[in-house]
């Protein structure tokens, strides 16, 4: 089967497969004594391609719905996050949805204060959907699955919100790199 034929594929199967995979890692999560939380994040998106720069801008919007265990767990947790990356700029689009899964790990949770360094390494897939002319007048449009990775360093205050700057590594395609900086907040509207 080509290439361009798995990726025009249809779309509800991957949809499926993501949340029933969400479900049954919260299930997981809960079987120790946690609380798991879900809720908005929104941030900014700093390419650092320089090609990617020129061609879309300085910054992207960064949306998405980002998940957490509030009780603080020493051993850590895994986490997913379903993230979008939309940018505008100089006539050109993009749109990258990563759908990652991470252990992230809190610091100093016996000291009891209010707020809590952690990190999480990440990994998952990304779909790409971007219409791009570069700086050399080729343009390129192009809707593609591609893998992720990364590292996200923050910190929970409370039991609510999380401030966050994560480095994402993006499968590269059409020659462009997508990889960057994000810096970015969340809270946990919902808690089971």
Do not use: W
């Amino acid at each position: 089967m080509p290439v361009s034929s798995v990726v025009t594929m249809n779309k509800k199967p991957m949809i499926a497969l993501g949340a029933l995979v969400t479900v049954v890692s919260t299930a997981f999560a809960q079987q120790t004594p946690q609380t798991s939380s879900i809720g908005p994040v929104l941030g900014i998106f700093l390419p650092s391609s320089s090609e990617i720069r020129k061609d879309l801008g300085n910054g992207a919007l960064q949306i998405g719905i980002g998940a957490a265990n509030t009780a603080r767990p020493r051993e850590g947790s895994i986490s997913p996050s379903f993230t979008a990356i939309i940018a505008n700029g100089n006539g050109n689009k993009l749109f990258i949805l990563p759908y990652t899964f991470g252990y992230e790990y809190h610091f100093g949770v016996d000291s009891g204060a209010a707020a809590l360094p952690y990190v999480r390494p990440f990994t998952g897939v990304a779909y790409y959907d971007y219409s791009i002319t570069n700086t050399a007048g080729s343009h390129f449009g192009v809707k593609r699955l591609g893998g992720t990775a990364g590292l996200e360093a923050g910190l929970m205050i409370g039991s609510k919100i999380k401030l966050a700057a994560t480095y994402s590594f993006f499968t590269p395609t059409s020659g462009f790199n997508f990889n960057g900086l994000s810096l970015s907040a969340s809270y946990a509207a919902l808690t089971f």
